[in-house]
């Protein structure tokens, strides 16, 4: 029988998250956006997901039908090919967790970021 002990002595392995804080306000269009996948949709053509990318100035979004599973870099040549080509780069990114997040708090995180 395995020892059990040490995985139930030990502690949380996760660190403590900070407080919420506003994201800051931004002073113009596409300066700040905020990034966020749709999940578990059914499939039309060959898209079962949505990634939406929203503007925190004009609340102005791009929604672009993707698959899952997804990885870091289509995520990254979608945002160039459909957002960036018409906006720029803006001086921040957040990717909003929706899984994580509305379990948290809510749609009470869209407007915040953690703070470690």
Known sequence: ?????????????????????????????????????????????????????VDKFTKYEHIIPT?????TLQTTHIYMNQVYKLHGLPKAIYLIEIGYSQV?????CLGYRILS
């Open 67 to 71: 698959h899952h599973p997804f990885t």
């Open 1 to 53: 029988m395995p020892d059990l002990s040490t995985s139930q002595d030990r502690k949380d392995q996760v660190p403590a998250h900070g407080l919420l804080e506003p994201l800051p306000i931004p002073s113009q269009a596409w300066e700040i956006v905020t990034m966020d996948f749709v999940e578990g949709l059914p499939q039309y053509d060959r898209f079962n997901a949505i990634l939406v990318v």
């Open 104 to 108: 948290l708090c809510g749609s009470s």
